[in-house]
C-alpha cells in the first residue's frame, strides 16, 4: 500500500514569514512529486512539481526533495494571508503515473 | 494553459438513480483520472483512462463505471447511486509522454445523493 503522510496541521504563520510543509512518501520507485493547494471549496491548483533531488524554486516557492530519505518539502517565503490553503503532497508511480496523495496540511497565514 | 471542464458543479440525486458525471480536457491529453475527496479521507484515485477505451481500476472503483469514447472526454458513471457516494468528485488530465506527469484538476463536482 502506497502511503504519503504529511502533518495536518493546522500550521498557523504570521503574514511575511517563511510556511515550511513537509511530506513522506513509502514507495521507494516514485519518480515524480507535487504540490497543490487547494483553497477551500476549490479543486486542488499545482503549484510546484519536482523530479530530481535538491531545490527547485518557483517565485515564493521552493520545493526540495530527498529520495534516499523519501522526504519532500515546501517552503513559501514572505507568506501572505492569500496564501491560506491547504496543501496537498502528491507522488507519482504507476504505468499511468498516477498520483497517490497525502491528507494535506491547512496554512493560515495571520496579517 | 490547459482547461479541464466538469459538466456540473452541483448535483442532486436520488438514490438508486443512474447518474452520469462528464469531463472534457482540451490539451489532447492521453491520461484522465477520477477521484473522490471527502473529509478525512483525501483524494482517492476511482478509475483512469491512458487512452481511448482504455480503462484501469483505482483505489476504490465498486459503484462506479467509466467510459472513454473520445479523447478528451471521460465520463464517470454511477450505475445506481447509494448516499455513500455523496462526495466532491474532481477529474483530472495529464500529458502522459516524456518525465512531466503533471495532473491538472477540473473545479470538481459536489454530488448529493438524497
Known amino acids: 500500500q502506497k502511503e504519503v503522510e504529511q502533518n495536518s496541521g493546522p500550521l498557523s504563520v504570521p503574514e511575511g514569514a517563511i510556511a515550511s510543509l513537509n511530506c513522506t512518501y513509502s514507495?521507494?520507485?516514485?519518480?515524480?512529486f507535487f504540490w497543490y493547494r487547494q483553497y477551500s471549496g476549490k479543486s486542488p491548483e499545482l503549484i510546484m512539481s519536482?523530479?530530481?533531488?535538491g531545490d527547485k524554486e518557483d517565485g515564493r516557492f521552493t520545493a526540495q526533495l530527498n529520495k534516499a530519505s523519501q522526504y519532500v518539502s515546501l517552503l513559501i517565503r514572505d507568506s501572505q494571508p492569500s496564501d491560506s490553503a491547504t496543501y496537498l503532497c502528491?507522488?507519482?508511480?504507476?504505468?499511468?503515473?498516477?498520483?497517490?496523495f497525502g491528507s494535506g496540511t491547512q496554512l493560515t497565514v495571520l496579517p | 494553459d490547459v482547461k479541464v471542464t466538469q459538466s456540473s458543479r452541483y448535483l442532486v440525486k436520488r438514490t438508486g438513480e443512474k447518474v452520469f458525471l462528464e469531463c472534457v480536457q482540451d490539451?489532447?491529453?492521453?491520461?484522465m483520472f477520477w477521484y473522490r475527496q471527502d473529509p478525512g479521507l483525501g483524494l482517492r484515485l476511482i478509475y483512469f483512462s491512458y487512452d481511448v477505451k482504455m480503462k484501469e481500476k483505482g483505489d476504490i472503483p465498486e459503484g462506479y463505471s467509466v467510459s472513454r469514447e473520445k479523447k478528451e472526454r471521460f465520463s464517470l458513471i454511477l450505475e445506481s447511486a447509494s448516499t455513500n457516494q455523496t462526495s466532491m468528485y474532481l477529474c483530472?488530465?495529464?500529458?502522459?509522454?516524456?518525465?512531466?506527469?503533471?495532473?491538472?484538476f477540473g473545479p470538481g463536482t459536489r454530488l448529493t445523493v438524497l
Open positions: 483530472a488530465s495529464a500529458s502522459g509522454s516524456g518525465v512531466v506527469d503533471e495532473q491538472f
Open positions: 514507495d521507494r520507485v516514485s519518480q515524480s
Open positions: 490539451m489532447d491529453h492521453e491520461n
Open positions: 519536482i523530479y530530481s533531488n
Open positions: 502528491a507522488v507519482s508511480s504507476g504505468s499511468a503515473r498516477q498520483l497517490t
